[in-house]
């Protein structure tokens, strides 16, 4: 079954050079006036993305009925309320119970953004949160792929949002939201699902790396691994490759890089640019959604493209996609 991207949004923080100046993100601009004071940083950015991949305002009426039945989320997170702990646990332990606003108590649980998200959309087939890091992103679209091809849903948006820890400021990384909608073709999406595709899902899959006693990748896992992300569904010919990778993964990011590229070109086809296909995991969990609404959008079509998110503690996940929207895609 081909799974469609048919919507895709991204909200995220550059660095700056300038010193202070207004906010990266205005939640009035996306959100309207009313409705989002409570809502933690990273459930605002997440409420713009999946709104914005939905070509929906934040305060549109939700969806009803059989078409919210057959609607699901699905969204990845590494620290989203990271913050939000360390400010309740410095109030719990410095003023007590009494210091904690009611109406901030929801963000606590990190299924906060998402449940928001699937409430605002009025999705009714599931609300799922994945909190695996640095591959939550992918893996939230890897979840709605499966989800797709098993008839659990009609159309699903997989998410990610992050607000960097305060400890991290320094390290490269920022705040980030994005989103892709995801539809199953030939069903029906309602008015959930924007219409024509951007793009195609090909193939999905998650694998470990086991170390080795160096902290090396083995090799054997490795060869292994990469056939099988050599092996998903696409055409021949030149693959994009794209792995995002947090610093403290980059040597484990090259080690696949080069593995993958070895397997694509024994399954006849080439990576372009190899060399620059590793990129800095700046936004946490979001990266490698952020890779995947820019790869969706080239205006060039671009072809097939295997794009990976790689953690310091072997886990991956790959996803292949083909942007060339062919007749048998629509």
Not at 217 to 227: D, I, N, Q, R
Not at 304 to 330: K, M, Q, W, Y
Request: hydrophobic residues 45%; glycine residues 12%.
């Amino acid at each position: 079954m081909t799974v469609l991207i048919t919507g895709v949004g991204a909200v995220a923080e550059e660095p700056r050079t300038d010193a202070g100046g207004a906010p990266w993100f205005d939640p009035a601009a996306h959100l309207g006036r009313r409705g989002w004071k409570y809502l933690t940083p990273a459930t605002r950015y997440l409420l713009a993305a999946g709104n914005q991949a939905l070509g929906r305002r934040h305060d549109d009426p939700p969806l009803t009925g059989a078409a919210a039945e057959r609607f699901g989320v699905v969204t990845g997170t590494q620290y989203a309320i990271d913050r939000v702990h360390r400010r309740m646990d410095a109030t719990l332990t410095g003023e007590g119970v009494r210091g904690i606003s009611p109406a901030e108590v929801p963000g606590f649980s990190m299924n906060t953004p998402g449940s928001q998200l699937a409430i605002s959309t009025g999705a009714r087939a599931f609300s799922v949160t994945l909190t695996d890091p640095v591959t939550a992103g992918l893996g939230a679209v890897l979840f709605a792929v499966t989800a797709l091809r098993t008839g659990r849903a009609d159309t699903v948006v997989a998410a990610a949002a992050d607000q960097a820890p305060e400890d991290h400021g320094g390290s490269g990384e920022y705040d980030a939201a994005a989103a892709v909608v995801l539809s199953a073709r030939g069903r029906a999406p309602g008015s959930a699902g924007p219409g024509r595709p951007l793009a195609a899902v090909t193939g999905a899959l998650s694998r470990f790396l086991a170390p080795d006693p160096d902290g090396e990748p083995a090799p054997a896992a490795l060869t292994a691994s990469a056939a099988r992300i050599a092996a998903l569904p696409g055409a021949a010919g030149a693959v994009r490759l794209v792995i995002d990778a947090p610093p403290a993964a980059t040597r484990l990011a090259v080690a696949v890089r080069d593995a993958v590229t070895k397997a694509l070109a024994d399954a006849g086809s080439t990576v372009p640019d190899a060399d620059a296909a590793v990129r800095p995991g700046r936004h946490c969990a979001v990266s490698g959604l952020l890779e995947l609404t820019a790869l969706t959008a080239r205006p060039d079509g671009g072809g097939p493209a295997v794009l990976i998110s790689v953690s310091e503690s072997g886990h991956l996940t790959a996803i292949r996609i083909d942007n060339a929207v062919r007749p048998e895609f629509i």
